[in-house]
């Protein structure tokens, strides 16, 4: 999936602190459907970055810091320039790629979830069988569900959500309709 960014006028003015920052930030924030819940390792050759976790920084970069520790798995390592061949290597690709061609994986992904049956019956037994959420399900089926390890857990009908920390809704899948 390729990713561009063009800078506004105010953007412009940032320390390259604060680009390479804001250039992960905008990653993160455009394939948040493909990598929450998933162990992600971003590598910079910008080694002041990772200072940007460990301590005080302006009022920005504290919000941005706040916004990518939502993900869990995400982890940010330093790779010399000459190693990090990967990354010079996309950034001098031509300027000539057609931005509708990258849509075929947001497409694959609306296939999958259409493919999902939609009938309630069909829900409500692949949870009955799920061995790691039936008994949950049935715990979370009250007005005001469950809460686990840091979650609210919330049964609407046949369906099992699993509400996070910042208010986000996300449906949890039995395990027999996961690919």
């Known amino acids: 999936y390729f990713i561009a960014k063009k800078c506004s006028e105010s953007e412009q003015n940032y320390s390259v602190l604060q680009l390479e920052a804001l250039a992960i930030v905008v990653a993160v924030r455009r394939l948040r459907m493909f990598i929450m819940g998933a162990n992600v390792i971003v590598r910079t050759d910008h080694q002041p970055l990772l200072a940007m976790f460990k301590e005080q920084n302006s009022a920005q970069l504290v919000r941005w810091k706040l916004e990518l520790q939502a ?30 061609s990258h849509t075929e994986v947001l497409e694959a992904a609306i296939m999958v979830v259409e493919a999902m049956p939609t009938n309630d019956t069909e829900w ?19 007005e005001d569900g469950i809460e686990l ?16 920390k910042n208010g986000q809704e996300l449906q949890v899948v039995p395990q027999v309709f996961r690919k």
């Open 71 to 100: 993900y869990a798995g995400l982890r940010i390592e330093f790779v010399k320039g000459k190693a990090n061949v990967v990354a010079d290597a996309l950034s001098r690709l031509p300027h000539t790629i057609d931005q509708g």
């Open 124 to 142: 409500e037994a692949a949870f009955g069988k799920d061995p790691d959420y039936a008994q949950l399900k049935r715990d979370a089926n009250t």
């Open 149 to 164: 390890k840091g979650h609210k857990y919330v049964s609407k009908g046949s369906r099992l959500w699993r509400i996070d």
